[in-house]
């Protein structure tokens, strides 16, 4: 079992910057692609980006590219998502996820339990 614990989100207005903060334990951290995910009030959860074991790849939802940076440190067993520019519909709970292998947008095994960012107008 990998175990996944979020921290970071918050209140802030629209513009400013947050920065989510996901440690794993229990893992190897490193043979795991990892990828944040939020889901807003009556939506579906959609993936945000994700990075691959090594960080030399990431992937980005077309809303946040330019404005969210994902990274990890293996050597910390963290992940982070550097959150510029906020927009209210950023409104939402956000997940860390993992997944044994390769960078994917879907089929992630484990989660975390969610921080709650909410960006006010």
């Known amino acids: 079992q990998m175990q996944l614990v979020e921290s970071g989100g918050g209140l802030v207005q629209a513009g400013g910057s947050l920065r989510l903060s996901c440690a794993a334990s229990?893992?190897?951290?490193?043979?795991?692609?990892m990828g944040w995910f939020r889901q807003a009030p009556g939506k579906e959860r959609e993936l945000v980006a994700a990075i691959s074991r090594t960080a030399g790849t990431t992937l980005y939802t077309d809303s946040v590219k330019g404005r969210f940076t994902i990274s990890r440190d293996n050597a910390k067993n963290t992940m982070y998502l550097q959150m510029n520019s906020l927009k209210p519909e950023d409104t939402a709970v956000y997940y860390c996820?993992?997944?044994?292998?390769?960078?994917?947008?879907?089929?992630?095994?484990?989660w975390g339990q969610g921080t709650q960012v909410t960006v006010s107008s």
């Open positions: 229990g893992r190897m951290f490193s043979n795991y692609a």
């Open positions: 996820a993992g997944r044994l292998g390769n960078i994917q947008r879907d089929n992630y095994n484990y």
